[in-house]
Nanobody, 127 residues
Framework: VQLQASGGGLVQAGGSLRLSCAASGRGFSSSSVIGWFAWFRQAPGKEREFVAALNWRPGSPFYADSVKGRFTLSKDNVKNTVYLQMNSLNSEDTAVYYC?????????????????WGQGTQVTVSS
């Protein structure tokens, strides 16, 4: 599975950004694939932390408390792409954002449970 993340940038506090994560590869081609997309983020000097996850089928989302109500996950089954809509951004959201994938049914919040990672995309929120 290969993951391609995009959509980061510079935004003012209170603004919005949408990140995308496109999956490809033989491991993702089956219509019956079961697993979770997740977004993590890592701010300078901090550990990589869980942000949100989406069960690929049927598409149930889960959010960290810090982003609940502001961030929304969605997916496009045809494009094999997951979107992270980020609203009401603040300076604490500044980080490199990574998308990740794990096979299986269970939701995991730890980064080491995810086997496949996209390259990071920088999100910078100016105050």
């Amino acid at each position: 599975v290969q993951l391609q993340a995009s959509g980061g940038g510079l935004v003012q506090a209170g603004g919005s950004l949408r990140l995308s994560c496109a999956a490809s590869g033989r491991g993702f081609s089956s219509s019956s694939v079961i697993g979770w997309f997740a977004w993590f983020r890592q701010a300078p000097g901090k550990e990589r932390e869980f942000v949100a996850a989406l069960n690929w089928r049927p598409g149930s989302p889960f959010y960290a408390d810090s982003v609940k109500g502001r961030f929304t996950l969605s997916k496009d089954n045809v494009k094999n792409t997951v979107y992270l809509q980020m609203n009401s951004l603040n300076s604490e959201d500044t980080a490199v954002y990574y998308c990740a994938w794990k096979y299986g049914i269970g939701l995991e919040l730890g980064r080491y449970e995810y086997n496949f990672w996209g390259q990071g995309t920088q999100v910078t929120v100016s105050s």
